[in-house]
């Protein structure tokens, strides 16, 4: 009998890359999601449950018989009553549902850089939820990404989406600070690496390229064929057009606190890439597809 392991969000974007592979290597994967009735990308091979975060005693149960739990629950900002605050509640009910059920180890998705002392909620809750994993009794992979490019990627996807429709892309501030994307498939190469192993782990998990930001928007517009018509604007300016685009839109498209991350320099790693698919290379591949659409985090994650 193949070895169970649980991913959440399968039908999302990280998550389906790391069933795949696992899938690939025998394992049976159950997947946590908020949209179990989603279509399950994988022929009916995965069984969806809901998260349960607010029946602990249900989450233990779907949970009894995993060895291994990938873990990519988190939100991207504060929407009505999905918080930052609250899914740091749910993961600390998820890892401690676990440890009840009996699964031996967590690969579980952080960010560079977390902080308990940020400012931002983002670093700062992925900070508390790595001190829990470390205080829980499962064994640990922790993996702290930048930047996920691939197909379903939302940033970079969107500075494409205006490279191709603005008359104009709004840079915040100089455009000089830095970012080290990662190909969402080599990281979930290493979040399957890192579920076989036994021992304690944090690392960082960046791509073999650094950007400016500037650079980057540059690199995109270069790849698709559009003309870089860059506009610097201070960064209370750049969130206002952020707004104006996003009620046209109908998303979020910048929050203040993902300017303040990205202008803070924390998507950036000291450590040597652990990805090795180049961003620039895997724009050269996708030119012709990679911003032809918008991608809405309000469409994937609350309509
Ligand atoms: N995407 C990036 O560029 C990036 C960069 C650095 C770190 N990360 C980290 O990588 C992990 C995976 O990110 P991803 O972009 O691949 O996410 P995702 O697949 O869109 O979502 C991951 C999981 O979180 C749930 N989720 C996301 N937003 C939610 C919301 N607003 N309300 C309720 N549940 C929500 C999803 O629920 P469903 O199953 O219902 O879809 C899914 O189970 C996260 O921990 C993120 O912090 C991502």
């Known amino acids: 009998m193949s070895e169970r392991v649980a991913v959440t969000g399968a039908f999302g974007y990280t998550g389906k890359y790391i069933t795949r592979r696992l899938l690939e290597q025998g394992y ?6 908020g949209h179990p009735n989603r279509p399950d990308p994988f022929d009916g091979r995965v069984r969806a ?38 899914a740091v509640r749910n993961t600390k009910t998820l890892l401690r549902a676990a440890e009840t059920a ?38 640990y992979a922790i993996l702290r990404p930048t930047v996920l490019f691939g197909a379903e990627d939302i940033l970079i996807n969107n500075i494409a989406f205006l490279l191709r429709r603005a008359p104009f892309f709004v840079i915040p501030g100089k455009g000089d600070y830095r970012l080290q994307p990662i190909f969402v498939d080599d990281f979930a190469a290493l ?8 021992e304690n782990i944090t690392a960082d998990a960046v791509g073999p390229e650094t950007f400016t930001f500037e650079g980057l928007v540059r690199l995109i517009a270069e790849k698709i064929g559009r003309p870089a018509r860059l506009v610097h604007l201070p960064p209370r300016l750049t969130l206002w057009t952020a707004r104006l685009l996003s009620a046209l839109v109908g998303d979020v498209l910048l929050t203040r606190e993902e300017l303040d991350g990205l202008m803070s320099n924390l998507l950036v790693s000291s450590e040597p890439p652990r990805g090795k698919t180049r961003l620039s290379d895997w724009l050269e591949a996708n030119r012709e597809k990679v911003g032809v659409r918008y991608a809405s985090e309000l469409a994937r994650h609350y309509r």
């Open 102 to 139: 009996g699964v031996r180890r967590i690969v579980h998705t952080s960010i560079t850089n977390p902080s308990l002392d940020s400012p931002l909620p983002y670093f700062r809750g992925k900070a508390e939820l790595e001190e829990s994993i470390r205080a829980s009794r499962l064994s």
């Open 28 to 33: 049976e994967v159950i997947t946590l999601t």
């Open 49 to 86: 449950f809901p998260f349960h975060f607010d029946d602990e005693d249900a989450l233990t149960d779907t949970l009894r018989g995993v060895t291994a739990l990938y873990n990519t629950y988190w939100v991207r900002f504060n929407y009505g009553t999905t918080t930052f605050e609250r």
């Open 191 to 198: 979040a399957v690496e890192a579920g076989a192993q036994s």
